[in-house]
């Protein structure tokens, strides 16, 4: 029995933080936007002005067009800040302009190599762009980074999933659900794995437990009933 495999949309989180001591301001500052915009008429040419704007339209507005402007001007002003690359990509990704996504997250993992956000989002950019080996590749390096980090390995297991390895995925799911056993994804994912390697008895049991996590999750129920009417033919 084979599951053509589901269209799992992956959202981009965005993975940027900013943490500036120096400054210290009073009650009169309604958001962070206010603060940063009077930064930038203090001292135009800082670029982590722009770039902590570019969060707050991003992050809190959902304004993408002018986290977009926010995070152009902080990249003209610094095209060394990975952090920047890394909010613009996920701009980019939000938006749906997967190739520019891509680009900014491969500047940022040239300046350095050793980012996870960067790794991470990355692959996620790549999954979506059903290159799958190269997600691989990059989850791996993540993985390798962050060993702890069960979203890099729940990534990884839907990478998996989709290049039919699907005893590694399995075995992948399990970690992650050793540290994390109320994870629907990783029933789903095993589920999945399971049907294709033609084992239907687990596959029902990994439906079945997604279910119990999540009743609405899609494609289970329609997945459920398919194994279950295999095994009683």
């Known amino acids: ?35 940063w915009t009077h930064v930038v008429k203090l001292e135009p040419n800082y670029s982590i002005a722009y770039k902590s ?15 977009l402007i926010d995070y152009n001007k902080s990249i003209q002003l610094n095209n060394k800040d990975v952090d920047a690359f890394i909010g613009r990509g996920n701009v980019y990704g939000f938006t749906g ?12 993992i040239s300046i350095d190599s050793m980012n ?22 990059d989850i791996n390096k993540a993985i390798h980074l962050s060993s702890t980090n069960t979203d890099y390995k729940a990534l990884k297991g ?11 995925c399995i075995e992948v799911c399990e970690d992650v659900l050793s540290l994390n056993i109320s994870n629907p994804n990783m029933y789903f994912y095993e589920g999945i794995a399971y049907s294709q390697l033609k084992n239907l008895n687990k596959s029902l049991a990994c ?13 289970a129920e329609k997945y459920h009933t398919l194994v279950l009417k295999e095994l009683q033919k």
């Open 1 to 35: 029995m084979y599951f053509k495999q589901a269209v799992i949309i992956l959202l981009f989180a965005i993975l940027v933080y900013f943490s500036v001591s120096s400054f210290r301001y009073s009650k009169i500052w309604k958001d962070s936007n206010t603060m």
């Open 53 to 67: 704007m570019g969060y707050w339209h991003a992050h809190d507005k959902n304004d993408f067009q002018e986290a």
């Open 97 to 108: 302009k997967l190739d520019l996504a891509l680009a900014d997250f491969t500047c940022a």
């Open 116 to 137: 996870v956000s960067a790794l991470f989002n990355r692959a996620i950019t790549y999954s979506n762009l059903n290159k799958f080996s190269n997600a691989l590749t």
């Open 158 to 168: 839907f990478v998996l999933l989709q290049l039919n390895k699907n005893k590694e």
């Open 207 to 219: 439906f079945t437990k997604t279910l119990a996590l999540n009743k609405d999750y899609p494609n």
